[in-house]
């Protein structure tokens, strides 16, 4: 039986992964976010905990006793602040295994006009999970992140990885393909440690993502 608490638990993509989880009867699940209400349908299906994921506290006591801590937190503003947060409160309750989603340009990898559109749409955005990135990998923890590419609603899991320093140019993903690539790391945690993971749909380069 692994143990998984999943920050940010209502997030779009978080929620196609607690549909795998949930159908995995190896597997226990512990939801944190900030309105536990949200997600008061599922209390029979996992632990639920509500509290902020800038709070070092408030994370330690979902954290405790778990084996990986998955993060899909969204928006700019209080990124870095989740990640020092994250760290210290894994750090505190022991827990080793992380799964951190991130975004794409964080390293400057994407490379002609799609790279362009890409900082330029993104901004701030990007600035902000660089330095979250960066205190991921400067933790000492067992974390992969993934950079997913711009995603779509597509029922389909189709993807394809690259490692940090490998340029890409796919411009889009499923959130389906994400999630399952999120649940393939919590059912194989010894695989992508220590690695940052681009994850973009073959076949999809261009200056842009097709639907935007």
């Given amino acids: 039986m692994v143990k998984v608490v ?3 638990a209502h997030g779009r993509v978080a929620q196609i992964v607690e549909k ?17 209400s949200r997600m008061a349908d599922k209390k029979n299906q996992a632990t639920i905990f509500e509290g902020s994921a800038t709070d070092s506290a408030q994370l330690e006591k979902a954290m405790k006793g778990q084996d990986i801590v998955y993060v899909n937190l969204g ?6 602040l989740e990640a020092e947060a994250t760290v210290e409160a894994m ?9 951190w989603i991130s975004t794409l340009g964080i390293y400057d990898e994407v490379p002609g006009k799609f790279g362009e559109w890409n900082k330029e749409t993104l901004g701030d955005y990007i600035t902000e999970y660089a330095k979250a990135a960066k205190r991921i990998e400067e933790s000492g923890l067992d974390y992969t992140i993934i950079r997913p ?19 890409i140019k796919d411009t889009e993903v499923s959130r389906k393909s994400v999630a399952a ?12 440690i220590g690695k940052s993971i681009g994850l973009g749909k073959p076949g999809t380069e261009g200056d842009k993502p097709s639907w935007y």
């Fill in 6 to 8: 999943v920050l940010g």
């Fill in 20 to 36: 795998f989880l949930f159908a995995d009867k190896d597997v226990q699940t512990s939801l944190f976010l900030r309105n536990a």
């Fill in 75 to 80: 928006g700019k503003d209080d990124i870095d």
């Fill in 91 to 99: 750090q505190n309750a022991h827990v080793k295994r992380l799964i």
């Fill in 149 to 167: 590419t711009w995603m779509t609603d597509k029922n389909e899991v189709d993807y394809e990885k690259s490692e940090k320093g490998e340029p």
């Fill in 181 to 192: 690539y999120v649940y393939h790391l919590i059912k194989y945690p010894k695989e992508d």
